[in-house]
């Protein structure tokens, strides 16, 4: 049980999109009783959500691997929105955050925020390492036409 909790609890994925909503939305009901939200801030979580998932899925079905790179993919995905951006899992993440933020006008979700970003960037650039020497210059190709984290500009 307790190996299933920790395993559970060490997925980035099940901390951003479970536990750390969670926290958020007890924080705000605590401070806002009454159920006060700002509306615009959910399509933050919808679409960071969604892009994680979907490009995540889209990810395994073509490029096989797992989740993360605990189990990286064979290939390197070059299609899809992978054309435009390396880590669009990743960043899915960060704009769930920032619907977060918004969403439940939150200095949590803001601490969240602050302290992944500098965490996914580390994340990257060692994943980077990783899979270069996993797919050589195919990755190193790769790299060097498409963006790091916002399309044609970084």
Known sequence: ??????????????RSFIIYPLIIIGEA???????????????FLLWGYLQYKVSGHYRTKLGGGGPGLDKPPNVIVKTGIFKYLRNPMYLGHLI??????????????????LFHLPWFEFRVRRDEVNLEKEFGSTYVEYKNSVKRWIPFIY
């Open 96 to 113: 769930f955050y920032i619907g977060l933020i918004i969403t439940f006008n939150s200095l949590i979700a803001l601490a969240i925020l």
């Open 1 to 14: 049980m307790y190996k299933f909790f920790f395993k559970w609890i060490r997925s980035t994925s099940n």
């Open 29 to 43: 009901l605590y401070r806002h009783p009454e159920g006060s939200f700002v509306l615009w801030g959910v399509p």
